[in-house]
C-alpha cells in the first residue's frame, strides 16, 4: 500500500534583519517551511497506546457504534452495523503494531527556527580596551512550530532511525526537539 513519499513537495524560508539606532540594534528571524511529505511516528503510536492523544477520548472512551458503518453478513450482504465498539478496540486500531496507517503523518511544518537580538557597544567604549568593535547577543533557536492537526507530537525534523536517507523515513519515539536560549559575545580586536 502506497502511503506517499518522504519527500517535501517543496521547502522555502523567510529570514531578514531589521537595524534600529543607526545599526545599533539589530532583530534578526529565521522562518522556515516545509510541504508535504510523510514520515512515521512510533511517537504518535506511543501517544495513542498510552491514552495522551486527544483522539483516544473519544465518545468520552464509551463504546459507540462507528457512524454509516456496515458489516458483511453470512449471506455476503451489507448489514448496516449496530455493534458498539469498545475503547479497547478504538486504542487497538490507534496504537496496535498492525496498524502502522494510524501513524504515517504528514511532515509539512513552519518553523521559526532563530531570533537573535543584538546590540552593537559604541565604540568610543570599545576604543579604550583597544578593540575595533563588540556586540552582545541573545539567540533563541526552534522557538515555534506549527504542524498538521493530525501531528501533536513530534518535530518532523527529528529522526532517531539512523543517519543519510534513513532519516527521511520517521523516527522511533525520540526526544523533542530542543528549544535553546543562548549569549553571543563579538570581539574584533
Avoid at 14 to 39: C, E, I, M, P, W
Avoid at 42 to 62: C, E, H, M
Avoid at 118 to 131: A, E, N, V
Avoid at 133 to 148: D, E, H, K, M
Wanted: glycine share 6%; no cysteine; proline share 4%.
Amino acid at each position: 500500500m502506497d502511503l506517499g513519499s518522504t519527500l517535501h513537495d517543496y521547502t522555502m524560508g523567510f529570514r531578514n534583519t531589521f537595524s534600529f539606532f543607526n545599526n545599533a540594534v539589530s532583530l534578526f528571524f529565521q522562518f522556515d517551511y516545509r510541504h508535504g511529505g510523510k514520515f512515521v511516528s512510533y511517537s504518535k503510536q506511543a501517544v495513542n497506546w498510552t491514552g495522551k492523544d486527544p483522539i483516544t477520548t473519544f465518545n468520552d472512551r464509551l463504546p459507540f457504534v462507528v457512524p454509516n458503518s456496515v458489516y458483511i453478513d453470512e449471506n455476503g450482504e451489507y448489514q448496516e452495523n449496530t455493534i458498539p465498539i469498545t475503547t479497547t478496540d478504538l486504542n487497538n486500531y490507534y496504537s496496535g503494531e498492525w496498524n502502522d496507517q494510524a501513524i504515517v503523518l504528514d511532515k509539512t511544518y513552519l518553523k521559526l527556527r532563530e531570533v537573535n537580538l543584538s546590540f552593537r557597544i559604541p565604540q568610543k567604549y570599545t576604543q579604550r580596551i583597544l578593540m575595533q568593535s563588540a556586540t552582545i547577543a541573545l539567540v533563541g533557536n526552534n522557538l515555534w512550530l506549527r504542524t498538521p492537526s493530525e501531528n501533536n507530537v513530534v518535530d518532523p525534523e527529528i529522526s532517531t532511525t539512523s543517519n543519510g536517507m534513513e532519516t527521511e523515513f520517521g523516527e522511533i519515539r525520540g526526544y523533542p526537539s530542543l528549544r535553546t536560549f543562548g549569549f553571543k559575545l563579538n570581539l574584533n580586536f
